[in-house]
């Protein structure tokens, strides 16, 4: 299947301070990613579709300018979390589709677990 | 709306025994369906998907899954555990119309020797 990285794996910072997550598409393009957030022992949720070459389409009670996301490339989808809260730790999962005859199939990168102290 | 429901938020079964996690759906239409399968800090690994035809599906590690529209049910099974299959199951429905993953609450599995 494709693979999808995520960078960094974790990351511990203060409250107040942004942080910044990778996510790349190593062996295809993605006109569209996505992101989710994982709380313990829960599912995912999606958060927003990241479109490359415009804004990002965000769900319902996502705070857009808190999240937010870049698509500079086909192979590379951001997501800064802004003056971050304890609350906001989660696990955050990027997914982009699988490609060529397999659109609907997403293919997740291994998450990156932040913890805002 | 359109939504996925696993029932059984925890399974534990003996190493050896069979294994079959429930998975309900909520959509007019029939979804494309999808078992994923996420080990501790892992990303989530696709174990299988059905889009049409045979409604029994086959996957990755000796799982497979049968749609039976007549329930709106998609249930995960394996004749045999393994240890090694301890994690957390997510069933997933990709809507069409608005171009997403939902995902159920997930079944954490649980293994004994």
């Known amino acids: 299947g494709a693979v999808v990285s995520q960078h960094p794996s974790w990351v511990i910072c203060k409250s107040g301070t942004s942080v910044k997550i990778e996510c790349r598409s190593l062996d295809f393009q993605a006109t569209t990613m996505f992101w989710y957030r994982q709380f313990p022992k829960q599912s995912l949720m999606l958060m927003a579709t990241s479109n490359e070459g415009s804004k990002a389409t965000y769900e319902q009670g996502v705070e857009k300018d808190k999240f937010l996301i870049n698509h500079a490339s086909l192979t590379l989808s951001t997501l800064t979390v802004t003056s971050a809260h304890p609350e906001d730790s989660s696990f955050y999962i990027c997914?982009?589709?699988?490609?060529?005859?397999?659109?609907?199939?997403?293919?997740f990168g291994p998450g990156t677990r932040l913890t805002v102290l | 709306a359109q939504s996925v429901t696993q029932p059984d938020i925890h399974i534990t079964v003996s190493e050896g025994a069979s294994l079959e996690l429930r998975c309900n759906y909520s959509?007019?239409?029939?979804?494309?369906l999808f078992w994923y399968v996420q080990s501790p800090g892992q990303g989530l690994q696709l174990l299988l998907k059905y889009f049409s035809g045979d409604t029994l599906v086959q996957g990755i590690k000796g799982f497979e899954a049968e749609f039976k529209r007549s329930q709106s049910s998609f249930n995960l099974r394996k004749p045999s555990v393994h240890w090694s299959d301890a994690a957390e199951y997510f069933c997933a429905a990709f809507i069409q119309g608005a171009q997403k993953l939902v995902f159920g609450q997930g079944t954490r599995l649980t293994i004994n020797p």
């Open positions: 959509y007019g239409a029939t979804p494309y």
């Open positions: 997914s982009g589709p699988g490609g060529q005859g397999s659109p609907d199939t997403q293919y």
